[in-house]
């Protein structure tokens, strides 16, 4: 793919940063070094399997049950908030009671919660009321999503957000573009694949829909043939992520797309979309609906979010318009006293923290009352903007800023350069 940029010409670059499919090691040997090794003869496999049973008579039995998914480490945990620390166990018909929320428990081990686990379901408050996150495959997501379809005529505020596999490609320009973090967006969500959307839904005043609140969509995605960032894979695995569920009984993405068209949930500017720093988010989601690549240019792209998002609300663009708020959404969720629920880095749970930190921003930010006392809450200050994108103030020209707005898109992965000719390298 190629195109101009202020008389420079354009490449679409894959050589950084590394992705590696297989997990597999990189040799500049010759070809005969790289020849597998030959077969063990009958001794060596007889002997090989002695070892084995040894080695099994040595080790003590678990105590835990089995599981069809590899043990997570949680050591890359991020985070103070309370919730993110809640400990999980099964009751033994599939749910996962979680960590508890406002007073009446307390946090534990910092265990993470599989998306292999159909829902979890954690306690609110002090009495018996549980707020749940559930997750949606390809065996169940008509069903679910006939479920949203009613609960969107309540609950009309949807906060977002997404998982996908990472930043692996960059714009190449002998001169700096003003758009060029529109096209580092549209070359990486052209070239991968979604592989989660975390849904959650909220009244006019904030309040989270009895039950189940968030959905969490699992696609289909396959370590083995599609494309990917290995730090970002290596962090969603340590967050609960379960690739061999993905592979196996993921949701098709063009199906998922045919689903959401007529949902209820776009084309419809009563349906309040609440995200943040979501410019790939946005971009993965239409991706989903018009099963095409993303348009060329930066103008056509809004007007198609515009068609399908009419009202939106970009957290990060909000805090723009604040002082002393700065950093990611969990450390402003801390700033304001918004607790985590589930695990982060899922993209339930970090719908559902982005939910409660909008209405904790604007109520303490923008002096509106929200709710039916009140009235509706002025949004005329920050609606249909994206931080970084468009012709907003906070879209600055430079080489410097673009290299931060790409390296923050992804936490994890390595820093992206810009080298003296505005070209940008991993």
């Known amino acids: 793919m190629a195109s101009s940029s202020r008389g420079g010409s354009s490449t679409l670059s894959t050589d950084s940063p590394p992705f590696n499919p297989r997990g597999m090691t990189t040799s500049t040997s010759s070809r005969s070094e790289c020849q597998s090794p030959a077969p063990p003869t009958p001794l060596q496999q007889q002997q090989q399997q002695q070892q084995q049973q040894q080695q099994q008579q040595q080790q003590p039995p678990s105590s835990q049950p089995n599981s069809h998914h590899r ?5 890359n945990s991020r985070t103070n908030s309370p919730l993110s620390h809640s400990t999980a166990a099964s009751n033994g018909n599939g749910v996962v009671i979680g960590g508890v929320i406002g007073g009446g428990g307390g946090g534990g081990s910092g265990d993470v919660q599989s998306n292999s686990i159909m ?6 408050g002090t009495g018996n009321e549980t707020l749940e996150i559930r997750n949606v495959w390809a065996e169940n997501v008509e069903e679910e999503m006939a479920a949203i379809r009613e609960l969107i005529e309540t609950h009309p ?9 990472g930043v692996v490609a960059r714009p190449v320009s002998e001169t700096y573009s003003h758009d060029f973090h529109y096209k580092s967006l ?3 969500v052209d070239l991968l694949k979604i592989i ?5 839904f909220a009244d006019e005043s904030g309040g989270f829909a009895k039950g189940c609140p968030c959905w969490q969509f699992n696609f289909k995605f396959s370590l083995e043939d599609d494309m990917f960032a290995q730090d970002s894979i290596d962090l969603l695995v340590n967050s609960g992520i ?3 569920d993905h592979a196996s009984r993921g949701i098709d993405p063009q199906r998922f797309g045919e689903i959401l068209m007529v949902s209820g949930l776009v084309l419809d500017d009563k349906v309040k979309w609440v995200s943040f720093h979501s410019g790939y988010d946005y971009g993965y989601l239409l991706k989903l609906l018009t099963t095409q690549d993303l348009p060329t240019d930066e103008k ?3 007007d198609t979010l515009k068609l399908y998002f009419p009202t939106i609300y970009d957290i990060k663009y909000m805090t723009s318009l604040c002082d002393g708020h700065f950093g990611g959404l969990q450390k402003l969720a801390d700033t304001l006293g918004c607790q985590r629920i589930g695990s982060e880095h899922q993209a339930g749970s970090d719908s559902l923290l982005t939910m409660t930190t909008y209405f904790a921003l604007a109520k303490a930010k923008f002096g509106s009352t929200i709710g039916p006392v009140g009235g509706e809450m002025d949004d005329t200050k920050y609606k249909n903007e994206l931080y970084g994108y468009g012709n907003n103030h906070t879209v600055r020209k430079g080489a410097a800023h673009a290299q ?3 390296a923050h898109q992804q936490p994890g992965l390595s820093s992206v350069s810009i080298t003296s000719n505005s070209t940008v390298e991993g």
């Open 157 to 165: 505020y949807v906060a977002m957000d997404t998982e996908f596999p």
């Open 242 to 244: 379960s690739f061999e």
């Open 119 to 124: 829902k979890h379901t954690f306690p609110i």
């Open 186 to 188: 549209k070359v990486n």
């Open 71 to 75: 043990p997570l480490s949680t050591t």
């Open 404 to 406: 931060a707005q790409v």
């Open 300 to 302: 056509t792209f809004f």
């Open 196 to 200: 989660q959307l975390g849904l959650s």
